[in-house]
């Protein structure tokens, strides 16, 4: 089993920046592929960002690339998402998943842990 709790979320200004974490706890953290998703009002949850188990293999949704980076210290069982450049269209609940094996991925059902998500509010 592993528990993950995001934090880091909260309220900004468009053009603004975030650093969310998401600290993993249970099973071997550095084991784990782990991705970052985000789920607006009204609308399905989506894929923002993953990130192998060394940080060596990154993969993006279009609508972040050149704007958020993914990052991980197994050391410290944490992955960041570093959001840049925010805009009001940002406005989620972004969560954190792991996912057992080697290759990022992008789609909810290859994760087998969330954490329970936070706020991100963007204002223009």
């Known amino acids: 089993q592993v528990q993950l709790v995001e934090s880091g979320g909260g309220s900004v200004q468009a053009g603004g920046s975030l650093r969310l974490s998401c600290a993993a706890s249970g099973r071997t953290f550095s084991t784990f592929v782990m991705g970052w998703f985000r789920q607006a009002p009204g609308k399905e949850r989506e894929f923002v960002a993953a990130i192998n188990w060394s940080g060596s293999s990154t993969s993006y949704a279009d609508f972040v690339k050149g704007r958020f980076t993914a990052s991980r210290d197994n050391a410290k069982n944490t992955v960041y998402l570093q959001m840049n450049s925010l805009k009001p269209e940002d406005t989620a609940v972004y969560y954190c998943?792991?996912?057992?094996?080697?290759?990022?991925?992008?789609?909810?059902?290859?994760?087998?842990?969330w954490g329970q998500g936070t706020q991100v509010t963007v204002s223009s």
């Open positions: 998943a792991a996912s057992y094996g080697w290759s990022v991925k992008a789609t909810m059902s290859q994760y087998d842990y």
